[in-house]
């Protein structure tokens, strides 16, 4: 094994165990560190993994890292942990500083090399400030082309398949535009069960605990650092800091601040459901005066041009085809399969490389102007 491999599991099991031996060595600085495990769903031995510490002295702020929020994305996020853990601690003050680092939030996905969690839902779609709005917001976009992203039987040729995706994908653009597929794409819908981005019509165990966290963190600390890693969106080897537009600050002043190439900010009204924009609006609501910094840091896989993004689009939805009807061909579901972890999780060395690198600019650049690391 070389020692970019090091970092990046192969399996959920083997994350688990390796991020579960981090707390030896966080012990050392914060010697009152615990590790909570909560089972999630109903298949046996799935669980989120939490190392937390208050600060020793003083709780002035916290840095709070998640991963696998969208499954199999939590491979890389590990790896960033791992990284962390073995290169950063001696660089943080633990006197005035606690630590919170989440591995898994969604166990299920990452074990089966899923996004979505076993009742289909895409987490990141699936977190509301207030409960009774999830079933009022109708994705339009979506609707009109529900055809397009909702499975339709067993797929029998795959080449076929493509190609009636194909012309679908262009007949969608043709009749509602880029911006229109885009739009259902980034919304997220909770009409559908079986289709793609599915927010859900309840929240996920997971999300509960997630947030319960967020409330904890925004309770005991007057600062929360938060960085939520994830993979496949953005240019190809390259990190992109996303964050909602509650943040308050323009894509120039985070990018001065970050150090970063690659910032954007999205309207939480165009993305319903994501984790970052109700710990936002409890910070708001309930600590007002509490400074927060919640954003997802994504590592870019196929790239960001039209048709990055229509092969987005097409791995998506084939995927999840393939999970709900399934296919004939083994080659066929090979193919499938290694297209979604190609985009997800590639086994490509540059690119596990370039997640290292990234992941050091980006801690670096956030973490040291938020006077986390020294």
């Known amino acids: 094994m070389n020692d970019t491999d090091h970092y990046f599991a192969k399996n959920y099991d083997e994350s688990r165990i390796t991020f579960r031996s981090h707390l030896d060595k966080i012990q050392k600085k914060w010697p009152e560190a615990t590790l909570t495990t909560k089972a999630i769903g109903k298949e046996e031995n799935n669980t989120i993994d939490m190392i937390y510490s208050e600060a020793l002295t003083s709780n002035d702020q916290v840095l709070f890292f998640t991963t696998g929020e969208h499954g199999i994305e939590g491979y890389a996020g590990a790896a960033v942990i791992q990284l962390f853990v073995e290169n950063y601690l001696d660089q943080i003050d633990a006197s005035k500083t606690g630590i919170c680092l989440i591995h898994a939030i969604n166990p299920w996905g990452m074990r089966h090399f899923r996004r979505v969690t076993e009742n289909n839902v895409d987490l990141n779609r699936n977190y509301f400030y207030d409960e009774n709005s999830i079933r009022r917001d109708v994705n339009k976009n979506y609707a009109k082309e529900s055809d397009l992203f909702l499975p ?121 459901g994501d984790s970052t924009n109700p710990f936002y609006k409890l910070k708001e609501e309930a600590y007002p005066e509490t400074y927060l910094l919640s954003a997802l840091f994504e590592f870019g896989t196929f790239g960001t041009d039209k048709q990055a993004e229509l092969r987005e689009f097409m791995t998506i939805i084939l995927e999840n085809h393939l999970y709900h009807e399934g296919a004939e061909s083994v080659d066929d579901i090979q193919w499938i399969l290694g297209e979604f972890e190609a985009m997800f999780y590639p086994n490509d060395l540059e690119w596990k490389k370039s997640v290292l690198n990234e992941a050091r600019n980006g801690m670096e650049g956030v973490l040291k102007k938020e006077g986390i690391l020294k």
Do not use: C
């Not at 069960?193 to 309840?202: F, K």
């Not at 309770?219 to 308050?248: C, F, K, Q, R």
């Open 152 to 272: 339709d039987g067993k797929i029998t040729d795959l080449k076929e398949e493509k190609h009636k995706l194909y012309a679908q994908l262009m007949k969608g653009l043709a009749k509602e535009g880029y911006a229109g597929l885009k739009k259902a794409k980034g919304m997220g819908q909770f009409e559908f069960e079986r289709g793609v981005y599915y927010g859900g019509s309840t929240a996920e165990e997971s999300a509960v605990f997630l947030k319960s966290i967020q409330e904890k963190l925004l309770g005991t600390y007057p600062s929360v650092i938060h960085m939520d890693w994830h993979t496949a969106l953005g240019p190809t080897n390259e990190i992109t800091m996303v964050i909602s537009e509650n943040d308050g600050r323009s894509v120039d002043e985070l990018n001065s601040a970050s150090q970063l190439r690659n910032v954007e900010t999205y309207t939480p009204e165009k993305v319903k």
